[in-house]
């Protein structure tokens, strides 16, 4: 009698989607940014050794590994320090490509952090180009980021080079 | 290192899009006996087993060496997973080393693979996360922004990549384990595919691929095999935070660090002159200029006249990637393996057709995660 499963051959591929939820525990330090968030507004967190600003923090500076506690807010408008323009699509991905990725330099912060640059043409964008946080109606703030709609150039003349250079 | 330490078995699957003849465990069984073959040995001699892959998030299968152990004969035997991310096949290769210099083992097999037509790496790097915005889309998306900061602060013209490109796949067609096979390979067709995440295109940018990598590493008093060891002379690893104010992205005191520590253990002082060769972890083609400068290869800012000049080409001083690198096959958790598997090769005389005349001392390198991870080795024909 033929094997019916032989006949088959084998089965070489079986999908098996897999789906995550789970919870995250801001901590005190980033409790101050995400509540910030929530008012639109950036705060941060200054090193008592260097000196260096965090945004967001993690309540400790990890350079020289000593708690952050000198809370400071930071202002709406950044430099826009490295950028690419994603043009290719993945499974999950919530923004129509394409899309300006941007590493923005909040003004008096020393980290940069990813932001989405919107209201320019994917081919203007440049490296230091002043930029400003566009934010979602008050009543719709929450404390996440999703209360930063997203970034747009403020008008601002191109900050030079060697303002941000050190931070590439 | 109390111990000396060779390479006297090495192996590796022919690397390909999709696999689907083999299960994980098929494929690196593959590797695995290849290695074991190449070492005239059986399992049965090995006396412990390090294996290593990138993420268990990219192929849903978390900690695969629990399934694995049969199928690489570790039962009975210390069996070692270990993770660091895109340079994990190299600081697998490296922890593998360490038991056998440390006087623990006699002889130790060392795996890594990845299997990415079961997985989806660019989603598993892309996940949301409370405390960033949703912007990530994969290696590359992370990776461009930072190569268009070196293209600015190194004045290098837009071509270098391209180039870059261009050579690595042009040595994949000497090396038969390629995924990639492009014959008609040249500047235009580079310039003329996709732009995926600008300034990086689709030929700029390492594929997806099924793969294994494995080795043995054995003591002096163990030496076996059908070439001449590659013998140790030097392994370092080096991290250092995702984020910190002052970071160098584009050159990270941990790379610098990790070679230092590796070349001193080496005693090489001119990187470009006393290796014959070196396979260097480049997914993204502008990464070969970067990695130049971080391993001191050239001045600061003159990798990229390196690459232009050809003194990385497969007939240039210092062959980078005769293999075709990471840019020609990517199973992303053996990629760093094969980067140190491919200068064991080179100096024990076995690379065929992508043999570089002679070599003697090669470097191979890896780095991993947001260029926060550097995993390197220095190997040598003769004893250190």
């Known amino acids: 009698m033929a094997d019916e499963t032989t006949d088959q051959g084998p089965v070489t591929t079986l999908a098996t989607p897999i789906r995550l939820d789970f919870d995250f525990t801001p901590g005190v330090a980033q409790s101050k940014f995400l509540r910030g968030l929530e008012r639109g507004e950036f705060h941060g967190q200054r090193c008592s050794v260097c000196g260096k600003v965090y945004v967001p923090s993690r309540g400790s500076c990890p350079t020289d590994g000593v708690p952050t506690t000198e809370d400071v807010l930071l202002g709406n408008a950044g430099t826009v320090t490295t950028y690419c323009v994603v043009n290719v699509p993945f499974a999950g991905q919530s923004i129509e490509i394409p899309y300006i990725c941007a590493q923005i330099l909040l003004d008096g912060a020393n980290l940069s952090f990813m932001g989405l640059l919107q209201e320019i043409p994917t081919d203007q964008i440049r490296m230091g180009m002043r930029v400003e946080a566009v934010w979602v109606d008050e009543s719709d703030l929450t404390p996440s980021l999703a209360s930063v709609r997203y970034f747009r150039p403020n008008g601002e003349p191109d900050a030079d080079y060697d303002t941000y250079k050190e931070y590439l | ?384």
């Not at chain 2, 998030?57 to 210390?78: C, Q, R, S, T």
């Not at chain 2, 004045?155 to 994949?172: E, L, S, T, W």
């Not at chain 2, 580079?190 to 793969?211: H, K, Q, T």
């Open chain 2, 1 to 384: 290192m109390a111990e000396r330490c060779a390479v006297i078995g090495v192996g590796q699957t022919h690397h390909k899009a999709k696999r689907d003849d083999v299960s994980i465990a098929g494929l690196v069984r593959e590797a695995a006996k290849m290695a074991l073959a190449d070492a005239d040995l059986t399992w049965s001699d090995i006396d412990a087993v390090v294996i290593g892959k990138a993420p268990d998030m990219f192929e849903g299968n978390m900690m695969p060496e629990i399934y694995l152990a049969p199928a690489l004969g570790a039962v009975g035997k210390p069996m070692f997973r270990v993770h660091t991310a895109g340079s994990v096949g190299g600081s697998t290769a490296l922890v593998a080393a360490h038991l056998v210099s440390s006087g623990i083992h006699k002889r130790v097999l060392t795996v890594a693979y990845e299997k990415q037509s079961d997985s989806d790496a660019m989603w598993a790097l892309s996940v949301p996360q409370p405390f960033a915005a949703p912007l990530l889309a994969g290696a590359g998306g992370y990776f461009a922004p930072h190569i268009r900061a070196y293209m600015r602060r190194s004045g290098a013209p837009d071509y270098i990549g391209r180039m870059v490109a261009v050579k690595d796949r042009k040595n994949a067609m000497r090396n038969p384990y390629a995924h990639l096979h492009l014959a008609d390979i040249d500047m235009k067709m580079v310039e003329d595919s996709m732009m995926l995440w600008d300034p990086l295109r689709y030929l700029e940018a390492c594929p997806s691929s099924d793969g294994a990598a494995a080795m043995v590493l054995a003591a002096e008093d163990a030496v076996s095999g059908n070439y001449p060891p590659a013998w140790v002379h030097g392994m370092a690893m080096r991290s250092e935070p995702t984020m910190f104010a002052g970071r160098d992205q584009i050159n990270p005191q941990a790379g610098r660090d990790c070679s230092a520590d590796v070349y001193r253990q080496a005693g090489v002082t001119n990187p470009r002159e006393q290796f014959d060769c070196a396979e260097v972890y480049v997914p993204f083609s502008w990464y070969e200029p970067m990695w130049l400068e971080n391993l001191g290869f050239c001045d600061l800012g003159d990798g990229w006249k390196l690459t232009e000049s050809g003194a990385t080409a497969f007939d240039g001083d210092i062959p980078w990637n005769a293999s075709g690198g990471v840019l020609s096959s990517n199973p992303i958790g053996a990629s760093g393996m094969l980067r140190f598997l491919e200068v064991a090769m080179q100096v024990r005389g076995q690379a065929g057709e992508h043999q570089v005349d002679g070599a003697k001392l090669a470097l191979g390198q890896a780095y991993g995660g947001g260029s926060q991870f550097f995993s390197m080795w220095v190997v040598g024909s003769a004893k250190p």
